[in-house]
């Protein structure tokens, strides 16, 4: 029988194992140092920012940044209602609230003319998600939250090595945010990277990540912060995996391509349109008979994930009297299929074979 392929899965080899080898041996420290410079130091090179802090997650990123900005208790923020859940418990977290915004059906990422009817006296700020890599008119937001004085965070947690007309996504707003875990292009177990241009916000975030003060070994602290620091053995992996990053976004749309190519013919399944400046994290498809679909790749070993429930549908968030049709209409439909970047152009099109034997009945 073949052997079951995850839906997605962390890449590591024998570069991340001979590196984490030798720092152990060199007396190090294991918390944040070196290391961890050199990994922010990539990051905001690849991304083309100005600075880079790396913290232990790509929630916790999300809501320092608020922080950092001054939000906080009676401030709305904008969130779509089609994302990971953190994007809108960030905004809990700092005590805001989070006002959620139907999504546009081209990108899947929030619609800017919904959002525009849900701006309040209260109104402070977007985090706008950039789905699967997949951007919206990224200077339109820009205007947007320009005129009407809102903090712009962009939330690229899913966009690592995807690019809006030449920028790297992330790199809109005042602050980008991106996270490491486990199935994301790169990963360091956890962790979570913030990216900005912007100097004053950038010394506040550092402030925040460590007691609120600027640099150790000191025990005056300058104003109230906590402890999100990351650790150089995490940033080791981050080192070797960045490394890799380049080849991983080639990969992923080589890959997304070939579903494409083989599944293209079948009429029960709708690819959302996918620019070449989009390294797509995860293969997502819009499929009917999702769930019996879901079943049947698990029978033939093949793992799948339903795309993520709307968010005005989750326990803590429920909304009854408020719409949001388009979320609705692509979370019920949608399918994250195998998206390793290791995956072979073979097991690939068996996928795909196993899917059309599915619809062919
Ligand atoms: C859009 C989005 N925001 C935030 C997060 C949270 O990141 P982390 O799991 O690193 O806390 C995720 C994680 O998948 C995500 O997809």
């Known amino acids: 029988m073949a052997e079951f392929i995850n839906q997605m899965e962390p890449w590591i080899d024998a570069n991340e194992v001979d ?4 720092y152990l041996n060199s007396g190090a420290w294991l918390t944040e140092f070196k290391k961890t410079e050199e990994f922010e130091n990539r990051i905001a090179e690849y991304t083309g920012s100005r600075f880079c802090c790396v913290v232990p997650n790509g929630t916790v990123s999300l809501a320092i940044a608020l922080w950092a900005y001054g939000i906080g208790p009676g401030d709305e923020i904008l969130v779509p209602d089609l994302t990971m859940i953190a994007s809108a418990n960030a905004v809990k977290m700092v005590g805001a609230v989070p006002v959620l915004v139907d999504i ?7 619609d800017l003319s919904v959002a525009k009817r849900s701006l309040t006296a209260s109104t402070k700020g977007v985090i706008l998600v950039t789905l699967n890599g997949r951007s919206p008119a990224m200077t339109d937001w820009r205007a947007f939250c320009t005129s009407n004085d809102l903090f712009f965070l962009e939330d690229a947690a899913q966009s690592l090595g995807s690019f ?10 005042e602050v980008g945010s991106f996270s490491f875990s486990a199935p994301k292009i790169i990963t360091t177990g956890q962790g979570g990277a913030l990216v900005t241009d912007n100097e004053g916000l950038f010394r506040e975030i550092k402030l925040i990540k460590d007691f609120g003060r600027i640099r150790g070994g000191t025990d005056w602290h300058e104003s109230l912060g906590y402890n999100f620091k990351f650790t150089d053995i995490q940033a080791v992996i981050g080192i070797e995996q960045m490394k890799k990053l380049p080849w991983r976004v080639a990969r992923k749309k080589e890959i997304f391509q070939l579903y494409r190519t083989e599944l293209g013919n079948i009429s029960e399944i709708e690819f959302i349109p996918t620019s070449e400046e989009t390294s797509p994290w995860f293969i997502d498809i819009f499929v ?10 698990k029978k033939n070993n093949i793992g799948s994930r339903p795309l993520y429930p709307p968010i005005h549908c989750q326990k803590i968030y429920k909304r009854s009297s408020e719409k949001f049709p388009v ?3 692509y979370c019920n439909a949608g399918l994250w299929l195998p998206s390793s970047s290791f995956l072979s152009d073979k097991q690939v099109r068996e996928i795909c074979r196993i899917i059309l034997g599915f619809f062919s009945g």
Do not use: N, V
């Open 19 to 22: 590196h984490m080898s030798e």
């Open 104 to 110: 546009e059906p081209e990108t899947l990422c929030m």
């Open 164 to 173: 809006h007309r030449g920028k790297h996504l992330g790199t809109f707003g």
């Open 288 to 297: 009917r008979r999702r769930d019996e679909l879901i079943e049947y790749l």
């Open 327 to 329: 979320a609705e209409q």
